[in-house]
C-alpha cells in the first residue's frame, strides 16, 4: 500500500499535464489523403506495316476510382493527359475518349506515331517501362506490366500487340528504361537486295560480253573446227 | 559509225544495271516528303539539370516528330541535337527509313554540364536539332534552332508545356511540381547541422523508430526555427501563375536568410526532416499555397503542417491543426498536386551540387549559439535530484537550492541562466486538495489563475493549473501541479517569463520536468 502513491503520482502526472493542454493527446491527427488510386487498363495495339500503331484502351476502375478519375479529367480531352502519362516516345493523334458511366470505364482509341521504327534493318517497337511478355500467339504478343499512380496508387496494365501479318523474327529484349520488340518485315530492303541482285547479274554478263572476244554473242556460235563434216 | 553487236549487248546491259540501281535507290514515286515538328522546352530547370539525362524520367529537352507525308520511303534519317554553350552534338540517333505513311519520334536527353547549377541568373541558349535523310542520292540536312533558356540555379518553372498545348488543368499549370525534389537537400551540410540541433532539442529523438520519436524530431526542428525568428514572405505577385521563372530558396538559404515564401518553407521543413530520417515527405501545391506533409513511420499517418504559422510564432501542435483545417475546409476538395519527395529523389531527381559554404556558417551567422544555448536550457542532459521526499530531474546546468521553513515546508528551487524557475514544495496538509490550492494561491495574491482542471486517481485527487501575472512590468506565466495526499500537500510551478511560454521553452521545460517528478512518501512520511 505504501508504494501505491508513488505509482499512482507516477502515472498521475503525464495525464494531467496532456489534460491541461490545448490538444489532447501525445500524436497529432493527420489527414486523410484520397484513396489509393487502382485500375485496370486494356491496350490493345495493331502495328502496321509502316510502323504506325492504332490503339485501344480500356481503362476500368472501382465506383470510387472511377469517380475519382473523372473527377480529375472531367472533360473527355483533358483525359489525354492520363493516356500520355507513360508514354512520351510516341505522338498521340486523332485521340477519342469516351466515359462509360454505367460500366465505370472510361475507353479511348487513338494512332501513335512514333512507337515503332526501323533500325540497322529490323523494325523495333519500344514499350515504356519493363512489361513482361505472358503470352505469344503467332504475331500477337501479351504483356502485364504496372504502373505506378500518385500517392501510391497502381495501374495494372495487360498490353495486347497485333505485329504486322508476315512479321518475323521477333525479338523481345529488356533494355535500361523501356522493352524493346524487334521484329523484320518483307519489305522494301529486301526488294533491295532483289534489284541488286539483277543488277548483279546485269553486271557479270557485261563483264562476260567485254572479256569474251565475241562477247556474249560468240557464247551462241559453234566454231567451224566443230562442224561435222559433210558426207562424201 | 556502226556498233557492232558485241558493243551493242554491252550498251543495252549497262542501260539496264542503270535502271535496274535506278529502281533499288531512286524515290521514283516522287521526293521524299516530310512534316516536321519540334517540341522543346523553353527553359531548361537547372537545379535538376540531371533529370534530363535520365529518360526513365521523361524529362526531354526536344521531341522532334517526322511524318513522312510523301509517296517514297525517307531513307537514312539521322536526328541529332546541340545546345550551344552546353553540350556538343549528340550522337545521331539512325533511323533506316520512314515508310510512306509512317513517322518516327526522337527525343532529346542531353547529359548537361554541372556548371548549370552555378549559373546565378537565366542564361540565354540555342537549340540546334539536325536531321538529315537521303533524297535522289544525296544527302539532305535541315537545321532547326530554337531559343531557349537555361535558368539560374534557384529559378523554377511551374510548367514546360507551352501554352498553345497546355490544357486548362492544375497538373498542366504545375507540370514541373516533382522536380521541386530537387530543391529538398538532406544532405547539404547546412541543413544537416541545424537539423541536428533541432534533433537535440527534441533529446536526441531517433525519428525514424516510432510516430512518438517522430514527432518529437518534428517538433525539435520546429523549436528550432521559432527560436531563430524564421519567418514567412509572401510571394511577388504572379508568382503562382506559372508565367515567369520564380525565385526558389535552397533550404540553406532559407535557413541562413531567416526567411522564406511558403515553398521555401515547405521546402526547407521537408529536408529538415529528411536529415533526421523522416524520408516520407510530401510537397502540396494547391492554388498559391504550399505546404508540407510528413508520413509517420508507425502508422502511416499523414501530418500536414502550415510552414507559414511559423510567422506568428505557433507551436507546431498549432501549425498542424491549421494545416488540417485548411485540407478539411479548403484544399482537399481540390485541385491540388502532391509530389512525393522520396519517391522522386530515388527515381532521380535530385538536387544539384551546391556551392560548399564555410563550414562554421551557422555560427558566424550566430544561429548556433542561440540554438546552443537553448539546448543547453531545454534539451540538454539531465540531472537527478533526490532529498527522501521526492526526486526530481533537471537540466544538469540548473542551479539548485532547498530549505525547510517553519512550518516544515519542504522547499527546492531550480534555476537556469534564463530565469526559468522550477519550484518544489512538500509540506504536511491535512485539508483537501481544493483548501490546499486555496492556501497556496492566497500566498501569491498578486497572481491571476487563468485555468484549473481537476481529476482524480484512486484516493488522490490532483489539480493542474496555470496562472499570469506581472512582476516589475514584465508578464510571468505558470503551470503548477498540486496534490494533496495522505496528510501532505505537494506543489510543482514552472514560473518563466510570457516571452518564454510563448515561444515554446517553457512549456517543452515542463513536459521533460514533469514526467520525471517522484514524490517519495513512504520518505517523507
Known amino acids: 500500500m505504501r508504494y501505491l502513491l508513488p505509482l499512482i503520482l507516477i502515472l498521475l502526472a503525464p495525464i494531467a499535464y496532456l489534460n491541461a493542454q490545448p490538444i489532447v493527446g501525445e500524436q497529432p491527427q493527420g489527414i486523410e489523403l484520397p484513396m489509393k488510386l487502382e485500375m485496370d487498363e486494356l491496350v490493345n495495339m495493331t502495328v502496321l506495316p509502316n510502323g504506325v500503331v492504332k490503339v485501344s484502351e480500356e481503362v476500368k476502375a472501382t465506383s470510387t476510382g472511377y469517380l475519382l478519375l473523372k473527377n480529375q479529367y472531367p472533360m473527355p480531352f483533358l483525359f489525354k493527359r492520363f493516356i500520355e502519362m507513360d508514354k512520351t516516345l510516341l505522338e498521340i493523334e486523332n485521340m477519342t475518349v469516351n466515359f462509360d458511366d454505367v460500366n465505370k470505364r472510361v475507353t479511348a482509341d487513338y494512332v501513335a506515331l512514333g512507337m515503332a521504327a526501323k533500325r540497322r534493318g529490323v523494325w523495333e517497337l519500344r514499350l515504356e517501362g519493363k512489361p513482361k511478355l505472358t503470352t505469344r500467339t503467332g504475331n500477337t504478343l501479351v504483356f502485364t506490366t504496372n504502373y505506378p499512380l500518385p500517392l501510391g496508387g497502381k495501374k495494372n496494365v495487360i498490353i495486347t500487340i497485333h505485329l504486322p501479318e508476315g512479321a518475323r523474327d521477333v525479338k523481345v529484349s529488356a533494355e535500361k528504361w523501356y522493352t524493346s520488340i524487334r521484329y523484320t518485315l518483307p519489305g522494301s530492303s529486301e526488294n533491295n537486295f532483289l534489284w541488286l541482285a539483277v543488277a548483279g547479274v546485269l553486271g557479270a554478263l557485261l563483264v562476260v560480253n567485254l572479256i569474251m572476244k565475241d562477247g556474249l554473242l560468240g557464247l551462241f556460235k559453234r566454231k567451224k573446227g566443230e562442224l561435222a563434216p559433210l558426207p562424201s | ?102 513517322a518516327l519520334v526522337d527525343l532529346y536527353y542531353p547529359m548537361l554540364p554541372s556548371k548549370v547549377a552555378t549559373l546565378t541568373s537565366p542564361v540565354p541558349a540555342k537549340l540546334h536539332v539536325k536531321i538529315s535523310y537521303d533524297k535522289w542520292g544525296k544527302r539532305e540536312t535541315i537545321v532547326e534552332t530554337k531559343d531557349i533558356e537555361v535558368l539560374g540555379v534557384h529559378d523554377m518553372v511551374f510548367s514546360s508545356i507551352p501554352p498553345e498545348e497546355a490544357l486548362p488543368t492544375f ?18 551540410p547546412v541543413v544537416r547541422e541545424f537539423s541536428d540541433l533541432g534533433n537535440k532539442l527534441a533529446g536526441g529523438a531517433g525519428a525514424a523508430l516510432s510516430d512518438r520519436e517522430a514527432f518529437k524530431t518534428m517538433e525539435g526542428v520546429w523549436k528550432a526555427l521559432l527560436k531563430i525568428g524564421m519567418s514567412y514572405k509572401t510571394e511577388p505577385e504572379g508568382y503562382w501563375t506559372g508565367k515567369f521563372a520564380e525565385y526558389i530558396k535552397f533550404p540553406r538559404d532559407t535557413i541562413l536568410d531567416g526567411q522564406g515564401t511558403c515553398i521555401d518553407l515547405t521546402l526547407m521543413y521537408a529536408s529538415l526532416l529528411s536529415a533526421q530520417g523522416l524520408v516520407h515527405t510530401y510537397i502540396v501545391l494547391v ?64 538536387p544539384p551540387e551546391l556551392p560548399s559554404l564555410p563550414p562554421d556558417i551557422l555560427e558566424r551567422k550566430g544561429i548556433k549559439q542561440k540554438l546552443e544555448g ?77 485555468n484549473l482542471q481537476q481529476g482524480q486517481f484512486g484516493s488522490c485527487p490532483y489539480a493542474m493549473a496555470s496562472y499570469q501575472w506581472v512582476n516589475e512590468g514584465v508578464p510571468w506565466m505558470s503551470n503548477e501541479l498540486y496534490m494533496a495526499c495522505r496528510g501532505y500537500g505537494i506543489h510543482v510551478a514552472l514560473m518563466a517569463q510570457k516571452t518564454y511560454w510563448d515561444d515554446g521553452t517553457a512549456s517543452t521545460v515542463w513536459e521533460r520536468v514533469i514526467y520525471t517528478f517522484y514524490p517519495n512518501i513512504a520518505a517523507g512520511g
Open chain 2, 1 to 102: 559509225m556502226r556498233l557492232s553487236p558485241k558493243n551493242v549487248i554491252s550498251l543495252i546491259l549497262l542501260v539496264a544495271i542503270a535502271v535496274v540501281l535506278a529502281i533499288s535507290f531512286l524515290p521514283l514515286g516522287g521526293e521524299p516528303k516530310l512534316d516536321l515538328k519540334i517540341r522543346y522546352k523553353r527553359q531548361i530547370i537547372s537545379a535538376a539539370y540531371k533529370v534530363y539525362g535520365r529518360p526513365e524520367l521523361k524529362f526531354w529537352v526536344a521531341k522532334t516528330v517526322i511524318k513522312n507525308v510523301g509517296e517514297v520511303p525517307i531513307r537514312n534519317v539521322e536526328v541529332s541535337y546541340s545546345i550551344e554553350g552546353f553540350t556538343d552534338w549528340s550522337t545521331p540517333v539512325k533511323y533506316d527509313e520512314i515508310p510512306p505513311g509512317g
Open chain 2, 171 to 188: 497538373e498542366d499549370r504545375f507540370s514541373n511540381a516533382p522536380l521541386l525534389a530537387a530543391w529538398v537537400t538532406p544532405g547539404d
Open chain 2, 287 to 350: 492554388p498559391g499555397h504550399a505546404f508540407p506533409i510528413v508520413r509517420l513511420p508507425e502508422s502511416g499517418a499523414m501530418i500536414p503542417v502550415e510552414t507559414t504559422t511559423l510567422n506568428s510564432g505557433a507551436s507546431l501542435r498549432e501549425a498542424i491543426q491549421t494545416a488540417v483545417y485548411n485540407w478539411q475546409n479548403r484544399f482537399s476538395k481540390g485541385p491540388y498536386l502532391i509530389v512525393d519527395v522520396y519517391s522522386w529523389q530515388a527515381s532521380g531527381v535530385t
Open chain 2, 374 to 450: 537553448y539546448i543547453k536550457l531545454i534539451g540538454g542532459e539531465l540531472k537527478s535530484y533526490s532529498n527522501g521526499l521526492f526526486s526530481i530531474k533537471v537540466p544538469s546546468s540548473w542551479k539548485s537550492d532547498s530549505g525547510t521553513d517553519e512550518e516544515g515546508t519542504y522547499q527546492s528551487w531550480f534555476t537556469d541562466d534564463e530565469g526559468i524557475i522550477l519550484y518544489t514544495s512538500w509540506t504536511p496538509f491535512q485539508g483537501s486538495l481544493s483548501d490546499y490550492v486555496t492556501y497556496i494561491e492566497s500566498l501569491y495574491p498578486e497572481i491571476t489563475r487563468v
